[in-house]
């Protein structure tokens, strides 16, 4: 119910900030994070990953010791099931946090039922702090958000992302052939980003207008799914269909006109399924 829910909030918000200033302190350090390789050159985990991990898992199990936990380093093992599930990533963003970016953010959901029904979302470098529960509207630093309301692709800033699971011929071709078809069209910008959570965030409070993945986590986008829908945004699967948390695959959009415009051209492009092809 809504109280129980606002406690987990308070919970999650607590443990999100105490992680950012994990990051902020490896932010004004001057030797390096500790980086390692995990499935390819692109696909990073830093000592602090897992320090933020432990220190939020610890606090989150701490005041929900029944939920079940699926977090990116060290318990993303555990398929989504029916039952209250926290889905954490520690940093998100990675390459950027390595890089000194300051687009990187913690990111804790709540999922029930395989849906997202809260978000926390904490970007260190910038000092703000997005929460969402489902029904309640989005904020930011404690004020209400809400998305572009954008409908028109020739109007819009859509961002999209590098594949990271493979840099196969077929892979590239499709987001070369999707960035393509969107200059084509023609759309106003497209950018590149780092943070599936931070572009997210951008969605819910109007500075992007839509943005689109396949191959990301159900840690990448739990939180920033109930954000975008409660900043009255939508989440679909890129084909266009429902988002489903476990399909590795998100169309993030202001409008869902503008999410149908995007669908098209991810269609033409099957833009759908991941392959190291
Ligand atoms: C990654 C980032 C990246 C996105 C990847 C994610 P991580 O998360 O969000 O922008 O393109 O799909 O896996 O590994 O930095 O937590």
Request: some cysteine; proline content about 4%.
């Amino acid at each position: 119910d809504e109280v129980r829910l606002r406690c987990l909030l308070d919970e999650a918000v607590g443990a999100a900030q105490q992680a950012g200033n994990l990051m902020l302190e490896c932010f004004g350090r001057s030797d390096a994070p500790g980086v390692e390789e995990k499935t390819s050159v692109a696909d990073l985990v830093t000592k602090y990953d897992r320090q933020v991990e432990d220190l939020v898992l610890a606090r989150l199990r701490a005041c929900a010791p029944d939920f079940r936990v699926v977090a990116e380093e060290t318990a993303n093992t555990e398929e989504l099931t029916d039952a209250p599930t926290w889905v954490v990533d520690p940093i998100d963003g990675t390459t950027n946090f390595i890089h000194r970016q300051s687009e990187c953010c913690v990111l804790i959901g709540l999922a029930v039922r395989k849906r997202p029904v809260l978000g926390v979302c904490f970007i260190p470098k910038m000092d703000e702090l997005y929460t969402a529960i489902k029904g309640h509207g989005a904020f930011c630093n404690g004020r209400r958000i809400s998305c572009s309301g954008c409908e028109d692709l020739t109007k819009a800033l859509v961002n999209l992302h590098m594949p990271s699971y493979s840099r196969g011929p077929k892979v590239v071709e499709r987001i070369l052939g999707v960035t393509r078809d969107l200059l084509a069209h023609p759309v106003r910008g497209v950018r590149c980003g780092g943070s599936a959570g931070v572009d997210m965030i951008h969605v819910a409070r109007g500075r992007l207008d839509a943005y689109f993945e396949v191959g990301i986590y159900p840690w990448d986008v739990c939180a920033g799914a109930v954000i975008v829908e409660e900043a009255a945004g939508v989440c679909l699967d890129t084909m266009g269909g429902d988002f489903d948390l476990s399909s590795r695959r998100i169309l993030v959009a202001s409008s869902p006109k503008l999410a149908q415009q995007v669908a098209g051209i991810l269609q033409r492009q099957r833009y759908d399924t991941v392959d190291a092809e």
